[in-house]
């Protein structure tokens, strides 16, 4: 009777799994690539399919170890140090990751215009480093909060004997302290990995054209879809206006843009304000 119960009480979320998830995704490969095998494997073993692969999964393990880098010491002072403004700095910490991504990409592409870091000795528009950057400036909210938050709550006790028998700081926290964040540690270094991973705003933006993660790869890919013949003629005029009125101030060239079809080769009518992003720009 308690076996039949549990299996009954499994249904529930097996069904829910099956038509929320298994379905659709089923679907989507059926009519993306039918049911031939051959043709789903050639897409899955072809070189360019399996270059994007790569640069979307270690671009994201960077940006994870990036992001980490810079957030363990405003972790370590908000979770071990009491002082003046503890709440507002934790506040601020957690601003950029509730900003929208294209937000923090126009942010960015802002900040180099203004400090001249499109092109000479440090060059960073459309640079693996300003994704990286932005990755990790988006996500160190992640491990400040859910990192930080743990660690305030860890019994101090072992970390002081550590000391007390002779250990130093940095000897008690690898050795004493850092075995114990483990649990948060894998927590945040997941959930930064999945953002970073299907970015796509960031890479669209700052990356540029010759680099492309599964997610703008997708968004850039012609298909005989109506919506996807009808979205690119939507986008066309503001943002083909924006890229060549763009590339006549800095000098950059749009073509592997119109090369790749998400720019069209005819001209679009003038306007003073073409797009958010031009507004951004003056």
Excluded at 205 to 213: D, E, I, Q, V, Y
Excluded at 262 to 275: A, K
């Amino acid at each position: 009777m308690k076996t039949f119960r549990s299996a009954l009480l499994a249904v529930v979320p097996a069904m829910f799994v099956a038509v929320f998830f298994v379905y659709p995704v089923a679907t989507l490969l059926a009519r993306g690539l039918g049911l031939d095998a051959g043709r789903l494997l050639e897409v899955i073993t072809g070189s360019r399919f399996l270059k994007i692969i790569w640069f979307t999964t270690w671009q994201a393990a960077l940006s994870t170890l990036l992001a980490g880098l810079f957030a363990l010491p405003l972790t370590w002072a908000l979770a071990n140090r009491q002082f003046a403004g503890r709440r507002l700095a934790r506040v601020l910490v957690t601003v950029p990751f509730v900003l929208p991504t294209v937000v923090v990409a126009g942010a960015f592409i802002a900040l180099m215009d203004r400090f001249n870091l499109d092109e000479g000795a440090v060059r960073l528009r459309h640079t693996v480093w300003a994704i990286l950057l932005a990755h990790a400036f988006f996500n160190v909210a992640v491990f400040a909060r859910s990192v930080g938050g743990f660690w305030s709550q860890l019994d101090r006790r072992p970390e002081e004997a550590a000391r007390t028998l002779g250990a130093s700081p940095w000897r008690a926290f690898v050795e004493v302290t850092l075995p114990r964040l483990r649990p948060s540690l894998i927590a945040a270094v997941s959930v930064v990995f999945l953002f970073s991973f299907t970015s796509f705003a960031v890479i669209l933006l700052l990356g540029g054209p010759r680099r492309s993660s599964i997610e703008t790869e997708i968004y850039g890919m012609r298909s005989p879809a109506p919506t996807s013949r009808l979205l690119p003629r939507c986008r066309s005029c503001k943002w083909s206006r924006w890229c060549r009125w763009s590339s006549r101030m800095d000098g950059c060239n749009v073509e592997p843009w119109v090369d790749r079809g998400w720019l069209p080769t005819g001209r679009c009518r003038p306007r003073r304000r073409v797009s958010v992003a031009c507004w951004l720009r003056r």
